[in-house]
């Protein structure tokens, strides 16, 4: 009986945390870079933000304790724009695997960086799993990435997560990432695939706050010197 309550309580936790709409979590996911970002002697190297084609976030990850393993997570992938800045926001999901729970507590920020073209087109296929699919390593902390060994500047995407306060590289082997639906249909209005909102969409207003503060830590124009 006990065991039951309790899934019956992490589900409904659950339940109230995908019940935010979809600009509310934009706005959140923007938060979460913001306040990253904002630390960097602690946060994500500047430098791989600027290399990186696309970043995905996922606010307030959650983990049920009635299963193992059992993590979901909504967030956004936006991408490197071919005019200049960064494209309209993709809602993904997270779903599976060892999401970021190493450094303790039932709920993670995790941000992504996508390295290259390769692992980008692989991310707006329908379903993605991580280190199956493509290699994924933990992102190091800190103002530049020098000192990092040249194995896992070679990855295709590079994690973090944030938890009660704490920030550290994570891997998110055996986790799966697929495009959200319900909530690009709640963002643009129609039925839309996250490839066509990366390459060709119009970002909608409630993205405003995201791309700012991505055009504020790594702009297009940045990113072309290098």
């Known amino acids: 009986m006990r065991l039951i309550l309790s899934g019956v309580l992490c589900l409904s936790?659950?339940?109230i945390g995908f019940a935010k709409d979809a600009a509310q979590r934009l706005e959140e996911s923007a938060a979460v870079l913001s306040e990253i970002m904002g630390t960097p002697d602690k946060?994500?190297?500047?430098?791989?933000l600027d290399r990186s084609h696309c970043v995905a976030v996922i606010p307030g990850l959650k983990k049920g304790a009635f299963v193992v393993g059992a993590q979901y997570?909504?967030?956004?992938?936006?991408?490197?724009?071919?005019?200049?800045g960064w494209s309209a926001p993709a809602a993904v999901k997270v779903e599976g695997g060892s999401v970021g729970f190493q450094i303790g507590g039932s709920e993670t920020d995790v941000v992504m960086l996508v390295m290259?073209?390769?692992?980008?087109?692989?991310?707006?296929?329908?379903?993605?799993?991580?280190g199956a699919e493509g290699q994924v390593a933990a992102g190091p902390v800190g103002r530049?990435?020098?000192?990092e060994t040249d194995a896992k500047m070679s990855a295709e995407i590079l994690a973090w997560s944030r938890s009660k306060g704490l920030f550290a590289g994570i891997s998110l082997k055996g986790a799966t990432l697929r495009p959200d639906s319900e909530e690009n249909q709640e963002?643009?209005?129609r039925k839309i695939e996250n490839r066509e909102i990366i390459m060709s969409a119009k970002p909608p207003a409630a993205a405003n706050q995201?791309?700012?503060?991505?055009n504020k830590y790594s702009p297009r124009e940045k990113s072309k010197s290098e």
Do not use: H, M, W
Not at 43 to 48: A, M, N, R, T
Not at 73 to 79: A, E, I, K, Y
Not at 210 to 214: I, P, Y
């Open 13 to 15: 936790s659950f339940s």
């Open 43 to 48: 946060g994500i190297p500047e430098d791989l």
């Open 73 to 84: 997570g909504r967030g956004f992938l936006t991408c490197r724009a071919k005019g200049g």
């Open 116 to 130: 290259n073209e390769r692992a980008v087109d692989k991310l707006l296929s329908s379903k993605f799993t991580f």
């Open 144 to 147: 530049t990435s020098s000192a």
């Open 187 to 189: 963002l643009y209005g």
């Open 210 to 214: 995201l791309q700012s503060v991505l």
